[in-house]
């Protein structure tokens, strides 16, 4: 079946880059997405790409995906404290409901 | 704004009662989704819509979960007998053009 993994915690200073990755295991996945949750809110869209890309660019997002090894990441440069939240990878086959994964957590120390 | 409201934000219920809430779409839109999230977790799929026809139930969590869009605009979610393990976040959605989902501010259920 489908599952989408992710490391739970990540710890950056402000000014650094944060790389939070994620791994999915259905190779018929279409489109990967990355959701920003913060604290008491809902789930926010950051972007999304399509499988058959390998990077998206969208300001200081970067998206890198490698369909061999069914790895996605995002970067986030200058990360700044307004960035501390729950990042959350998923993954759909173009039609199917979304696939999530648990979170990562990222804390972004001033 | 993602364009759907939820009703309430906030349900505090005995178990055993029943709960339902409602989800509004602020503009047309042919697919509605309802998910749950759990303490810790990702959201999980529950269910869906294409208008008014229910397109997917069988991950609805047990037959005490029950959902209907009527009319093909707002969407209920019922649930029957509530259990302290019903104590979630539930999330409904929308779908935009790359099936990437737009999520309402959810209605957290807590049941004592």
């Known amino acids: 079946g489908e599952d989408v993994e992710q490391s739970l915690f990540l710890s950056v200073r402000e000014g650094d880059s944060s790389v939070i990755n994620c791994t999915y295991t259905?190779?018929?996945?279409?489109?990967l997405y990355w959701y920003k949750q913060e604290p008491g809110a809902g789930l926010q869209l950051l972007t999304y790409?399509?499988?058959?890309?390998d990077m998206k660019q969208d300001q200081r997002l970067t998206v890198l995906l490698n369909k061999k090894d069914k790895h996605l990441s995002l970067r986030i440069a200058d990360t700044q404290t307004g960035d501390s939240a729950i990042y959350f990878c998923a993954e759909s086959m173009g039609n199917t409901p979304l696939v999530f994964g648990k979170g990562t957590r990222l804390s972004v120390i001033a | 704004d993602t364009g759907v409201s939820q009703d309430p934000r906030h349900k505090i219920t005995k178990r055993g009662q029943n709960v339902t809430f409602r989800c509004d779409p602020i503009?047309?839109?042919?697919?509605l989704y309802w998910y749950r999230q759990t303490l810790g977790q990702g959201p999980e799929f529950l269910t869906y819509?294409?208008?008014?026809?229910?397109?997917?139930k069988s991950r609805l969590l047990s037959d005490r979960f029950s959902a209907e869009r009527p009319k093909g605009s707002f969407s209920t979610l019922e649930i029957q007998r509530t259990e302290q393990g019903d104590s979630a976040m539930y999330l409904c959605a929308l779908r935009g053009s790359y099936n990437e989902q737009f999520f309402g501010p959810g209605t957290r259920l807590t049941v004592l």
């Open positions: 819509f294409q208008n008014e026809a229910q397109l997917e």
């Open positions: 503009s047309e839109h042919n697919r």
């Open positions: 259905d190779s018929s996945s279409t489109y």
């Open positions: 790409i399509f499988s058959n890309m």
